[in-house]
T-cell receptor, first 114, second 115 residues
Framework: DTGVSQNPRHKITKRGQNVTFRCDPI?????LYWYRQTLGQGPEFLTY????????KSRLLSDRFSAERPKGSFSTLEIQRTEQGDSAMYLC????????????FGPGTRLTVT | AQSVTQLGSHVSVSEGALVLLRCNYS??????LFWYVQYPNQGLQLLLK??????LVKGINGFEAEFKKSETSFHLTKPSAHMSDAAEYFC?????????????FGTGTQLKVEL
C-alpha cells in the first residue's frame, strides 16, 4: 500500500518565478488537502478537495496560488510570481470518505525562494 | 472555533525516562484530537487519535494520550523514551466546516532524547 507521494521534494526558485507541485494521494482516497508549514510552526490548512471539487480555500491562499485536481486523482498546487515569504514546506494529505478525519500526509515539498 | 496549545516548544528527556508532551484544546463542540510525529525533512505520521470513544487512547510506538474534558487536555505520554523518539510532535484538532475535515495544529514540541 503506497502512501501519499509528492514531487518534487525540494524546489529552489528565484523570486518572481512560477512553481508547480504535484501530490499523488493514496489510491481510492477521495479527499485531498494542502497545508503549508513554515519554520517553527505547525502546518496550516490551505485548501481541500473532495474528488475533483475544490470545496474550501483558506484566506492564506492568495490570488497567486491555485490548486487543481482535474480527474479526482492527483493534485497540483501552483504558485505564481513567487515571493520570499512563500518559502515553506508544502504538505499534501489524503483521507478516505469512511474515516475522513484521519489524514495521511506525504513527505512534503520544501520550497526555497531566493 | 477549535484550537490547540502546546506547552513547551522543546522537551528534553533521558533515554528510559517518561515522556510527557502537553496539549490543551479549545473547542465549542466535542473535539476530535490527534497527535502527529514529524521526523526531519519528512511528512507527518499519525500517532494516535481521540474520536469521543475511550478517553485513554493507545497509539503506535508505545505512545498513549488521555482525553480529560475537565482540564481540556490531551497530553501525550510514553513510559520509557527511546533515542528513536527524537522528533517534533504536533497536537491537532479537527475543524469540520464546508463539508470537510480540516486540522488545526499546535506549534509543535521538539523532543530531544539524551543518553
Amino acid at each position: 500500500d503506497t502512501g501519499v507521494s509528492q514531487n518534487p521534494r525540494h524546489k529552489i526558485t528565484k523570486r518572481g518565478q512560477n512553481v508547480t507541485f504535484r501530490c499523488d494521494p493514496i489510491s481510492e482516497h477521495n479527499r485531498l488537502y494542502w497545508y503549508r508549514q513554515t519554520l517553527g510552526q505547525g502546518p496550516e490548512f490551505l485548501t481541500y478537495f473532495q474528488n475533483e471539487a475544490q470545496l474550501e480555500k483558506s484566506r492564506l491562499l492568495s490570488d497567486r496560488f491555485s490548486a487543481e485536481r482535474p480527474k479526482g486523482s492527483f493534485s497540483t498546487l501552483e504558485i505564481q510570481r513567487t515571493e520570499q515569504g512563500d518559502s515553506a514546506m508544502y504538505l499534501c494529505a489524503s483521507s478516505p470518505d469512511t474515516v475522513s478525519y484521519e489524514q495521511y500526509f506525504g513527505p512534503g515539498t520544501r520550497l526555497t525562494v531566493t | 472555533a477549535q484550537s490547540v496549545t502546546q506547552l513547551g516548544s522543546h522537551v528534553s528527556v533521558s533515554e528510559g525516562a517518561l515522556v510527557l508532551l502537553r496539549c490543551n484544546y479549545s473547542s465549542s463542540v466535542p473535539p476530535y484530537l490527534f497527535w502527529y510525529v514529524q521526523y526531519p525533512n519528512q511528512g507527518l505520521q499519525l500517532l494516535l487519535k481521540y474520536t469521543s470513544a475511550a478517553t485513554l487512547v493507545k497509539g503506535i510506538n508505545g505512545f498513549e494520550a488521555e482525553f480529560k474534558k475537565s482540564e481540556t487536555s490531551f497530553h501525550l505520554t510514553k513510559p520509557s523514551a527511546h533515542m528513536s523518539d527524537a522528533a517534533e510532535y504536533f497536537c491537532a484538532v479537527r475543524r469540520f466546516t464546508g463539508g470537510g475535515n480540516k486540522l488545526t495544529f499546535g506549534t509543535g514540541t521538539q523532543l530531544k532524547v539524551e543518553l
